[in-house]
């Protein structure tokens, strides 16, 4: 079922990106962009709250549900990107205005992001190296939240 799952989200990532060039276009109101991007970012929480447990010996570790909470974080990494649309930074959202108006820094975090959740997925097959990933990726994380997210 969860491979199932996977695959399900994986091929919609896949579909969506052949249609992330103009991401302004997919979205028919500035607010859906903010749904899409809020979702995305609850997702990986969620997952990277999993792993976080079992680095922290709250949860037991399983590789298989550790493997497949990484690859789920580390696929969505990749979603709010496109729903970085103008005008979004106003509204039902923590995203600052300065992140799209430096929009070089921030997708420079954003790829900083990509590369470490990328490194989790290998890393997610052992406790002690799950544990070691643990802080870059969630350093990673907090780069941007510290600069570009309201609290």
């Known amino acids: 079922m969860k491979k199932l799952a996977i695959s399900l989200v994986g091929a919609a990532v896949a579909a969506g990106a052949l249609y992330a060039i ?9 607010e859906d962009a903010i749904k899409y991007r809020k979702a995305s970012f609850t997702v990986m929480a969620n997952h990277v709250g999993r792993l976080s447990a ?3 010996g709250e949860r037991p570790f399983d590789a298989a549900a550790a493997q497949n909470s990484a690859k789920i974080i ?11 649309v103008p005008n979004s930074a106003s509204g039902d959202t923590r995203l600052k205005p300065e992140a799209l108006a430096n929009a070089a820094e921030f997708k420079q975090l954003g790829d900083k992001l990509q590369a470490e959740t990328a490194k989790l997925v290998t890393a ?3 406790l002690d190296t799950l544990k070691a990933q643990m802080g870059p990726t ?14």
């Open 22 to 30: 103009p991401a302004a276009a997919q979205f028919a109101k500035v």
């Open 74 to 84: 580390d696929l969505a990494s990749h979603l709010p990107w496109e729903a970085m």
């Open 54 to 56: 079992m680095a922290k």
């Open 124 to 126: 997610s097959a052992s």
């Open 138 to 151: 969630g350093g990673a994380c907090k780069g941007c939240h510290d600069k570009f997210r309201k609290d």
